[in-house]
């Protein structure tokens, strides 16, 4: 069965991050970590997520053109997972200073351990804390998000997907909590969670990779290729999805090849610009600009 316990999320700006170098192939580039300059008081500022983040699904119904159906699909959810992962890459550059510091505060401390206990990081010190969170608290490539989302949700067409702004099928447990999966198996209770918009069910998936047991492996990948200072690769970290579904290995050579006929490794590529970028929520910004221009959304 598919592992898809649903995090809760408080709301987090994201702002400045910087210092990759852009414009490589994902798999090749070396990957540099920015500079922290993101302060606690940026973190928490609520105002600085973008009105359009929360925006709702689109009628992908309309498009009877498959292309014209994936150019939409794609350019609608790309800014909302760079959103979601700039969010994540202020958050670690957050803790690298906080892991620089020779005392924490009680607002650090509590920051800290909030942190731990959403990614489920065990620890008695300071130490072990910022340790288990470097290796959980990083970005997903955006290539794998946006296969993954077009594989569990019909390309935004399912019931759990237009009903429940729910895109990658992601399960929970307390009645009413969800949607019943027509086919839910008897004495099953699992339903599948309704978000506030797809931006949360995008959050909420990135935090399930991040943190649960399952998707390990994944996590083990993603470092490796830091460790190589190489920017992680939607191709190499599917590889960790073999629980995300019961059809295991078949599962994720779909995924795999779904990125290369999509040609979605483009995407990690525009996420390590905006990583670059002195004002990247601007650039996001001009993306949804020009999707509303093309696809009057």
């Not at 942190?115 to 489920?120: D, G, I, Q, S, Y």
Request: charged share 25%; glycine share 6%.
């Amino acid at each position: 069965m598919e592992s898809r316990p649903v995090p809760a999320l408080i709301l987090v700006a994201v702002l400045v991050v910087g210092g990759l170098a852009a414009g490589f192939i994902a798999s090749q580039v070396e990957f540099e970590r920015p500079t922290p300059k993101v302060s606690e008081p940026q973190l928490l500022d609520t105002d600085a997520i973008p009105g359009w983040a929360t925006a709702p699904l689109p009628d992908f119904t309309q498009y009877s053109v498959v292309s014209e159906k994936k150019d939409a699909f794609f350019g609608y959810l790309f800014p909302r997972i760079a959103l979601a992962n700039l969010r994540i890459q202020a958050a670690r550059d957050y803790l690298e200073q906080l892991s620089n510091k020779p005392e924490l505060n009680e607002e650090e401390r509590k920051w800290l351990t909030t942190r731990a206990t959403r990614l489920r990081v065990d620890g008695e010190t300071t130490e072990d804390l910022v340790s288990g969170l470097e290796r959980r608290m990083h970005i997903i490539p955006p290539s794998l998000v946006l296969a993954q989302a077009a594989n569990e949700s019909a390309w935004g067409t399912s019931r759990f997907a237009t009903q429940g702004n729910n895109l990658f099928g992601q399960w929970c447990f307390n009645p009413g909590c969800g949607l019943v999966p027509n086919s839910r198996p008897a004495g099953m209770t699992h339903e599948v969670e309704v978000f506030k918009s797809p931006y949360r069910s995008i959050r909420a998936y990135l935090t399930n990779l991040n943190r649960h047991n399952a998707y390990q492996n994944l996590r083990e990948r993603r470092l490796a290729l830091l460790n190589e200072n190489r920017f992680p690769d939607g191709i190499n970290l599917a590889g960790g999805l073999q629980s995300y579904s019961e059809r295991g290995q078949a599962y994720v050579e779909e995924i795999r090849s779904m990125i290369r006929v999509n040609n979605l490794s483009d995407y990690d590529q525009r996420q390590q610009a905006l990583s670059a970028a002195e004002n990247p929520l601007e650039k996001l910004d001009a993306l949804i600009s020009d999707y509303r221009d093309r696809f009057s959304n």
